[in-house]
């Protein structure tokens, strides 16, 4: 039920949803599995949040996990 609520939440715009999503599909948590194009997906729309209720350690994390990942969007 919480996944469902931060997914919620992400599309409604909040950085810490896509964040703890994005960190959740990196790390195979929350059942969730390790899927890095799904982390990409949620840390790549964490950077256009309009709710920007994510932490500093949180953006630090996202921006090196994409640098880790390759992606052009960092």
């Known amino acids: 039920l919480g996944v469902h609520y931060l997914t919620r939440s992400a599309e409604l715009g909040s950085e810490y949803a896509c964040h703890q999503l994005g960190f959740a599909f990196v790390d195979g948590t929350w059942g969730l599995?390790?899927?890095?194009?799904?982390?990409?997906?949620?840390?790549?729309?964490?950077?256009?949040c309009k709710v920007r209720n994510g932490s500093s350690a949180s953006r630090v994390r996202a921006?090196?996990?994409?640098?880790?990942?390759?992606?052009?969007?960092v």
């Open 33 to 48: 599995g390790c899927d890095k194009q799904m982390a990409h997906v949620y840390l790549t729309a964490s950077m256009a």
């Open 63 to 73: 921006h090196n996990i994409m640098a880790e990942l390759g992606t052009n969007d």
